[in-house]
């Protein structure tokens, strides 16, 4: 089910610490969007994401595809890094390990 109305799509600012977006976030291109197509993280960060969730902006720059994404993550400064993602409402959690959802 393809929402073509941007306007359904709820943003969010997620933080997640450098250490671990390295460890259990993985990232893929779609439909011209930066997807996220993995997230395993550990249970005491909880079930960030969600299935169908893209990335618009890694600590407020604006990547255009994945490698730029990765780039920007790999050049915080910043303890956490903060990722600005469209989801759409009500979709499917990647779950953590062991969470209670």
Known sequence: ???TNEMQ???????????????YLKLTEAAGRICV????GPHRLGCLFNHGDH?????????????????????????????????IPHSDIFHAKGCSC
């Open 37 to 40: 197509s993995q997230w395993t």
């Open 55 to 87: 990335v618009v902006a890694v600590n407020d720059l604006q990547p255009q595809g994945v490698e730029e994404a990765y780039f920007f993550i790999s050049r915080s400064t910043r303890k956490e890094v903060k990722l600005t993602v469209c989801r």
């Open 1 to 3: 089910s393809q929402v």
């Open 9 to 23: 799509l709820q943003k969010l600012d997620i933080f997640v610490p450098l250490a671990d977006i390295n460890n």
